[in-house]
């Protein structure tokens, strides 16, 4: 099994920074690849940024988050800067994980982050 928990998110004003971490735990050989996903009230989960053998950000979020991994620390993090009302959401970490027989999607419990105007 594992786990992840992330830490990092909170209240912050527009304009300004967060920095989201999520470390990864348990039994595993390796993680493939780590990633952020949000979640809206009434909205779909959608992807942020994922860091595996490339990086790739949302479109909304391009030049303004940058998501980096410490692969000694099974640890990725998102930073957040210029934060709008509407990257309002809850967060969610993802790990791709090989666990020998092949790969497994992780989630975490989400951390949320709150943007005022």
């Known amino acids: 099994q594992v786990q992840l928990v992330e830490s990092g998110g909170g209240l912050v004003q527009a304009g300004g920074s967060l920095r989201l971490s999520c470390t990864a735990s348990?039994?595993?050989?390796?993680?493939?690849?780590m990633g952020w996903y949000r979640q809206a009230p009434g909205k779909q989960r959608e992807l942020v940024a994922t860091?595996?053998?490339?990086?790739n950000y949302a479109d909304i979020v391009k030049g303004r988050f940058t998501i980096s991994r410490d692969n000694t620390k099974n640890t990725v993090y998102l930073q957040m800067n210029s934060l709008k009302p509407e990257d309002t959401a809850v967060y969610y970490c993802?790990?791709?994980?090989?666990?020998?027989?092949?790969?497994?999607?992780?989630w975490g419990q989400g951390t949320q982050v709150t943007v005022s105007s």
């Open positions: 993802k790990a791709v994980v090989y666990y020998g027989l092949g790969l497994k999607d992780y």
């Open positions: 860091s595996g053998g490339n990086t």
């Open positions: 348990g039994t595993f050989f390796s993680i493939n690849a």
